[in-house]
């Protein structure tokens, strides 16, 4: 790739996507005012058709954060289109994401950008025990999963915590809005396919709320597994694995273990609902794609 990459971006941008969030914003907004990088110069916080004060609680930040503006933006609705109206209002020429109920956490942007001259797409991690209950993130089948493991191998970074060099988008285009979700998944296997690369920022941690709302979890995962069907159909046999009994070994044992547990804690009863819920996508976007993800 453009050996501009390996220099450290003159300007930065911040896009949170929000919508309904006036409760979380606060405390993700106090914390980019916590930051210590200083080539940030604007955060643009994309109202998508909130309900609730997102928007006016978003505007009460600009003493903190004298960059901030509110975007709304009515035309469409989801994580893709929020995004590409957060990119479209934005300078930078590297461009941060975040979801508006989350909390970057100390020096995230600092160990953002330092890593931004090994790759075009940075990743972060997403830290998940700060904001939630203990015993919903304490057992290893508690994780909330879109269940990419076993269909994408050539890796990707999630978009509630990655950063992205203008000039990406301006090669492949925005985030792909046809998807209902994974849209980060096919968006960095595009990125790949055309020659950009990848890397991940030791350290950079966003604080992530993992969903506690049985309605939530179960329309989100059988998006998700949907969504399988949605980019297999796209990229094609070359950038997927074959179809394979494989992965339903070891989603047998989870189930088992899971069954079991389920009277007694509440994190087996949302474990249980979000593999029903992904294989049923994934079953439905077989069906409706016309290709086979299990």
């Known amino acids: 790739m453009p050996q501009e990459a390996l220099i450290p971006p003159r300007t930065v941008s911040v896009v949170v996507i929000a919508y309904n969030q006036e409760r979380e914003l606060p ?122 493991l076993d269909y994408s191998p050539h890796g990707w970074v999630v978009a509630a915590n990655i950063g992205v ?28 396919a055309a020659g950009f690369t990848l890397t991940m920022a030791e350290g950079a941690l966003v604080h992530y709320r993992v969903r506690q709302d049985l309605r939530q979890v179960v329309r989100s ?22 179809p394979s009994l494989r992965p339903l070994v070891p989603w047998t044992r989870s189930m088992a273990h899971v069954l079991r547990a389920s009277p007694r804690h509440e994190w087996a009863r949302l474990a249980l609902a979000r593999e029903l819920s992904i294989k049923a996508g994934r079953l439905y976007g077989s069906v409706r794609y016309r290709t086979v993800v299990l």
């Open 165 to 192: 060099w203008r000039r990406v988008f301006a090669a492949i285009g925005g985030w792909p809005e046809g998807l209902v979700a994974s849209e980060d998944v096919l968006f960095c296997l595009r990125a790949q």
């Open 27 to 148: 405390e993700l907004l106090s914390a980019l005012g916590r930051q210590s990088a200083g080539a940030v110069h604007e955060v643009v916080v994309v109202d998508n058709m909130s309900t609730d004060r997102t928007g006016e609680v978003a505007a009460g930040y600009h003493a903190l954060l004298p960059g901030l503006r509110v975007v709304p933006a009515t035309s469409g609705q989801g994580p893709a289109y929020a995004r590409n109206a957060g990119l479209a209002a934005t300078t930078g020429d590297f461009v941060l994401f975040l979801d508006g109920d989350d909390v970057p956490g100390d020096r995230w942007m600092e160990r953002m950008l330092a890593a931004s001259d090994r790759g075009d797409l940075v990743g972060g991690q997403l830290e998940k025990t700060l904001l939630n209950d203990a015993e919903l993130v304490g057992h290893p089948l508690a994780f909330e999963d879109a269940g990419w």
């Open 221 to 242: 995962h059988v998006r998700y597994g949907i969504s399988h069907a949605q980019v297999r159909r796209e990229l094609g046999a070359p950038h997927t694995h074959r």
